[in-house]
């Protein structure tokens, strides 16, 4: 199973992510854990890092790119696919990811989306933020993070509903009841031929 996951903060994404993950025995590769370790580790790379994410804008690309290539690689070197959570997250990113994959002949068979409203996204991640104290869970840093989501990731679902490996799931319902309705969906996908879900398309002009 290879996959990358597009939603919206507060969708969900982490937490379905990680169960994809141990489901099916591959790495779940989360760029914004990834980031936020360094940030707390307090590495140079962290430094750098840590002013986007508590503004809740973007990482400059070449930095995560680089964790993204890093990751896909050792999943190819061990054999195993993955789950690809918080990147792509520009239309820019979904070209570069899709020409790191194919280097390593690791293109994802499905591009996982889960929907969900912005008000019940809003209300999750500040419940969350009690919990997890994520600096960037504060509501005006959660509104801008969710305005760049409508306006610069949601573009991507297009390119993928057009290479035909999009799926689209409600994330309104219980975080359980969301896993069921996943993990069939998923089961369908690994007993399919990757021929026939994986159409070989050109890469449109994305930017
Ligand atoms: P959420 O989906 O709730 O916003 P993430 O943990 O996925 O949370 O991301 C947290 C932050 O990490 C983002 O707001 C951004 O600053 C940074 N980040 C994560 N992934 C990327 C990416 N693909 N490109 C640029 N920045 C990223």
């Known amino acids: 199973m290879r996959m990358v996951m597009i939603a919206a903060p507060g969708a969900g994404k982490g937490t379905q992510a990680s169960r994809i ?7 779940h590769i ?8 360094h940030v707390e ?5 962290g430094r750098t ?4 994410m508590d503004r809740g804008t973007l990482v400059p ?5 680089r964790m993204v290539r ?20 520009t239309p820019a990113q979904a070209g570069s990811v899709y020409q790191v994959a194919a280097e390593l002949e690791m293109t994802a068979d499905v591009a996982l989306h889960l929907e969900i409203d912005d008000e019940e996204a809003v209300r999750r991640m500040l419940s969350r933020s009690a919990a997890e104290h994520r600096t960037d869970d504060t509501e005006s840093v959660i ?5 760049l989501y409508h306006e610069v990731t949601r573009p991507v679902l297009d390119w993928y509903a057009e290479r035909r490996i999009l799926l689209c799931v409600d994330g309104m319902a219980p975080v359980d009841a969301v896993t069921a309705r996943v993990l069939e969906l998923l089961e369908v996908v690994e007993a399919t031929p990757p021929v026939d879900r994986a159409p070989k398309i050109p890469l449109p002009a994305l930017v």
């Open 30 to 37: 989360a760029t914004g854990s990834l980031l936020r370790s």
């Open 143 to 147: 509104r801008r993070r969710l305005a």
């Open 61 to 65: 690309d070449r930095i995560v790119l």
């Open 21 to 27: 993950a141990t489901h099916f025995g591959i790495p």
């Open 41 to 45: 580790r307090d590495t140079r790379l």
């Open 70 to 89: 890093r990751a896909l690689t050792e999943a190819k070197a061990a054999g195993v696919g993955y789950v690809l959570d918080g990147y792509p997250r």
């Open 49 to 52: 890092v840590r002013g986007y």
